[in-house]
C-alpha cells in the first residue's frame, strides 16, 4: 500500500463536511490510522490528535488513569477498545473517538489471541465495536487491514449518525 489516502478520504471529507473532530488511539495498527487521516490535506480540521497506545507505559502516559474502569478488562478486547475510544475522545475533546488494539503478527499475543486478531471501537453521536480475524500472520498485512477495518467503522458510524 503506498496511498495512505485510500482509505481515510471519504471519512475525511465527511468529518469536514460536518465539522467534526476526531481523536485516535491505536496500538497494533502502529499509527497508520493516524497517518492515513492526516495525509489527507486539510487533516488540522477534523484530526485532534492520538497516540499509538502498544503498551501500558504508553497507556499510562497517554490517556487518564483507567484502573477502575478496566478492572477485569484485558487488551486487544471489544471493551478495552471501547474505553480506549471513549477516552481518547474525551481525553481531548474530539466529536469521535477511534481506537484500534490487536497483534498484527507474526506471533499473537499474550493473551492467547492469534496474529491478525484486533478490535476495532468507534465512540460518539454512535457507538460500535468489533473484532475482527484475518487468519494471516504477515504484520504488514494485518497493520493494513485493521486501518482499513477502522476507518470503515468510523464511515459506517458517520453515516449512521447522519441519517
Known amino acids: 500500500m503506498d496511498d495512505l489516502t485510500a482509505f481515510s478520504s471519504a471519512v475525511a471529507e465527511q468529518l ?5 473532530t476526531v481523536a485516535v488511539a491505536e496500538s497494533s495498527g502502529g499509527g497508520l490510522v493516524s497517518a492515513s487521516l492526516l495525509a489527507v490535506p ?3 480540521a477534523y484530526f485532534l490528535g492520538g497516540g499509538v497506545v502498544y503498551t501500558l507505559a504508553a497507556r499510562e502516559a497517554l490517556l487518564p488513569p483507567g484502573a477502575e ?7 486487544a478486547s471489544e471493551p478495552y477498545a471501547l474505553w480506549l475510544a471513549r ?11 477511534l481506537a484500534e488494539t490487536g497483534a ?13 486478531h484486533t478490535c476495532i471501537a468507534v465512540s460518539g453521536a454512535v457507538e ?9 500472520a504477515d504484520r504488514q498485512k494485518n497493520m493494513w487491514a485493521f486501518t482499513k477495518a477502522t476507518l470503515d467503522l468510523l464511515e459506517q458510524a458517520l453515516q449512521e449518525a447522519g441519517s
Open 128 to 136: 460500535r465495536v468489533i473484532t475482527l480475524e484475518t487468519g494471516d
Open 16 to 20: 469536514k463536511a460536518r465539522g467534526e
Open 69 to 75: 474502569a478496566l478492572k477485569g478488562v484485558r487488551s
Open 104 to 116: 498484527s503478527g507474526p506471533t499473537g499475543n499474550r493473551y492467547g489471541d492469534d496474529a491478525g
Open 87 to 97: 477516552t481518547m475522545r474525551d481525553h481531548l475533546g474530539a466529536d469521535w473517538g
Open 42 to 44: 486539510g487533516a488540522s
